[in-house]
C-alpha cells in the first residue's frame, strides 16, 4: 500500500484498480505511514477543516483590514452583493469567490489560517470546500476526506516542481492551490480519481507562467485577488471534467512544464517585488506609502 507521492497516475491507477476514492486511498496510506488509526488521521484533518471555516466566516466581516491597510473589506462587499441578488453568476460561484477573499484577507490581517498550500493561496482550497458544503450539500465529512485528495495533489506538486512563489511564480502557489481545490470538487461530485487527475491538469494549465509580483512585497495585492480567480479556476476545470473533458496533456506532465516554465522565469517575476504589477508606479507609490507608515509609527 505505500507510495512516494511523486507520481499522480501511480496513485490514480492503484486507487482505480482498488475501486477507491484518492481519499480513500491516502487515508490509508497516511494511517499506516503516521502508524495511527484512520479516525485519528481524519480528526487531525478536521481540525485544518474547522479552522478554514472560521477564517471563512471572521474574513467576510466589515471591519478586517490588513496592517498595511492595502486590503480588507472586500469579502464584505461581495457578500453583501450575493445577500441583496446582485451577482452575475449566483450564490454557488460568487460564494467561492466571497469565500476565497475572505481567507485570504483575514490571513492578510494576521487572522488565523491553514496554509493551503501556502499562506498566500490559502483562500482558494477552503472556498471550494464550504461552497460545496454550503451550496450542494456535501457533508462535512466528505469535505474533510476531500481535503486528503487535494493534499495528495499538493504534494505531488510540491515533490516535482514547487509551491512556493519565490522558487516558481504565482503559478506555483495559486496554482497549486487551484489544482488541489479542482481535484477536491471532482471527488465531491461523484468523480472518479482518473477525472480528479484531468481537473488537476487543466487548473495548471489554465494558471500557468502566472508571475509573483507582491506590491510592497505583501501578500495581499494581487494575491486576495488572485486567491478569488483561482478558486473559479478550480470550478471552472471541475466542471469541464465533470461534463466529459479530458487532458490531453497528463497530470503529472503538466506539473513537470510547470516546473520547467518556473525555473525560466525570471528572479524580479518570483516574489522579490521588483517586477511585474510590484514595479507600476501605483504600486511604488503604495509601497512607499506604506514603509513611511510604519516608520512613522
Do not use: W
Amino acid at each position: 500500500m505505500e507510495f512516494t507521492y511523486h507520481s499522480l497516475q501511480e496513485i490514480v491507477e492503484m486507487a482505480e484498480n482498488r475501486g477507491m476514492k484518492l481519499s480513500e486511498l491516502v487515508l490509508m496510506e497516511q494511517a499506516n505511514v503516521l502508524e495511527c488509526s484512520q479516525q485519528e488521521v481524519l480528526e487531525r484533518m478536521r481540525e485544518q477543516y474547522k479552522v478554514m471555516k472560521q477564517a471563512e466566516l471572521k474574513g467576510q466581516k466589515k471591519n478586517v483590514k490588513s496592517t498595511s491597510g492595502l486590503t480588507g473589506g472586500d469579502a464584505y462587499k461581495i457578500k453583501k452583493a450575493i445577500d441583496e441578488g446582485r451577482t452575475l453568476s449566483g450564490s454557488f460561484l460568487a460564494g467561492a469567490l466571497m469565500r476565497a477573499t475572505a481567507v485570504s484577507e483575514l490571513n492578510a490581517a494576521m487572522g488565523k489560517i491553514v496554509a493551503a498550500p501556502t499562506a498566500g493561496s490559502c483562500g482558494i482550497l477552503p472556498a471550494a470546500l464550504i461552497t460545496m458544503q454550503e451550496e450542494k450539500g456535501v457533508s462535512e465529512d466528505e469535505c474533510i476526506m476531500a481535503l486528503l485528495t487535494a493534499s495528495a495533489i499538493g504534494m505531488i506538486i510540491a515533490n516535482n516542481a514547487s509551491i512556493a512563489g519565490a522558487e516558481g511564480g504565482c503559478q506555483a502557489e495559486c496554482g497549486a492551490a487551484s489544482a488541489m481545490a479542482a481535484a477536491a470538487i471532482v471527488e465531491l461530485s461523484g468523480g472518479t480519481p482518473t477525472q480528479c487527475a484531468h481537473a488537476v491538469a487543466i487548473a495548471l494549465k489554465n494558471i500557468m507562467g502566472l508571475v509573483c509580483d507582491p506590491v510592497a512585497g505583501l501578500v495581499e495585492i494581487p494575491c486576495v485577488k488572485r486567491n478569488a480567480s483561482g478558486v473559479a479556476n478550480a470550478i471552472t476545470s471541475a466542471e469541464l471534467v465533470l461534463c466529459g473533458v479530458k487532458s490531453a496533456i497528463p497530470a503529472d506532465e503538466v506539473i513537470e512544464a510547470m516546473a520547467e516554465v518556473g525555473n525560466k522565469m525570471d528572479v524580479s517575476l518570483r516574489e522579490t517585488a521588483e517586477g511585474g504589477l510590484a514595479n507600476c508606479p501605483t504600486a511604488k507609490l503604495l509601497c512607499r506609502k506604506v514603509f513611511a507608515c510604519k516608520e512613522t509609527e
